[in-house]
């Protein structure tokens, strides 16, 4: 497939408001109609537009950054029926089936692996990225066993 | 010491994946879960062999931050360089690559921006005396 000529970078600028705007929790109920309209373009254009800068529809963009909030909420401590509402999901069954499809387990599943641990950080834990560089898989058992134990 | 890792935030590291290697065209060197995410690295085949590209998750709010201000402004995540870089874009425009600029000669070198589909601008190069 030929992309379309992007001579202009103000189109791509668009593109990124847009996109802001999908990413907004604020703005949850913006249509993806309203979202073309930030970009200046038609529907039609600004998805097949948007899926060729970004690598997924808005509709699977907005999904995903709802769902990656979603998981720093519950990280918080906030319960599941609250972050289902606060990032826009209106059906408890469709945002868990949704988080289940992304996290590999449900919203209430992945709280309770957070509490299992003492430190539970403002947003999805990794290992840190030293311990990463140095050892590699066998780094990671060793810190997550160590997490674990405290 | 010496430079063995670089990393780049990317939104979603399945679709980096998809596109650090199917796209781009580099080889996937490492890849197993860390923690809640996955440790991915890849690597060009046209070198150097031993230096990774980190595809690390913006999981943290201030990576998402900073990745999005970047790319608002313009402004190149990374860059990679390129010795035949006119071919280069027109193999990637092919598979449906969106580029910010063109080709374009900026003293001793032509630059070129495209999306990475992550959440990233990169810019590609060539220097007037290519290796």
């Known amino acids: 497939m030929k992309s379309p000529a992007w001579r202009n970078r103000r189109t791509f600028l668009r593109l990124c408001r847009a996109r802001d705007l999908l990413s907004d929790l604020r703005s949850s109920n913006v249509s993806i109609a309203e979202a073309a309209r930030e970009a200046s373009l038609s529907s039609f254009h600004f998805i097949r537009r948007f899926e060729a800068a970004f690598g997924e529809t808005p509709h699977q963009f907005r999904t995903r950054e ?8 519950l990280a918080r401590g906030r319960s599941v029926t609250d972050v289902c509402l606060d990032v826009g999901f209106s059906s408890l069954g469709s945002f868990s ?18 509490r299992r641990s003492v430190y539970v950080p403002d947003w999805t834990p990794h290992p840190p990225t030293c311990l990463l560089l140095m050892g590699g898989p066998d780094a990671i058992a060793i810190f997550e066993k160590t997490v674990r134990r405290r | ?13 399945e679709k980096a994946l998809k596109f650090y290697t199917d796209v781009l065209g580099f080889r996937k060197e490492k890849d197993f879960p860390a923690g809640g995410a996955r440790w991915i690295t890849v690597v060009s085949p046209e070198g150097p062999g031993d230096l990774e590209l980190v595809l690390e998750p913006n999981g943290h709010p201030a990576a998402s931050a900073y990745q999005s201000a970047l790319m608002k402004d313009g402004i190149p995540a990374t860059a990679f360089e390129s010795s035949a870089i006119h071919s280069e874009v027109q193999r990637l425009k092919d598979k449906g690559v969106v580029f910010t600029m063109e080709p374009t000669v900026a003293g001793p070198v032509t630059l070129a921006i495209f999306s990475d589909t992550c959440g990233n601008l ?3 190069y060539q220097p007037k005396s290519a290796p």
């Open chain 2, 1 to 13: 010491m010496r430079i063995k890792l670089i990393s780049i935030f990317v939104d979603d590291q």
């Open chain 2, 122 to 124: 990169i810019q590609m």
């Open chain 1, 97 to 114: 089936t949704l988080f289940a499809r992304r996290v590999g387990i449900s919203p209430a599943e992945y709280q309770r692996s957070l």
């Open chain 1, 66 to 73: 709802r769902l990656t909030a979603a998981q720093r909420l």
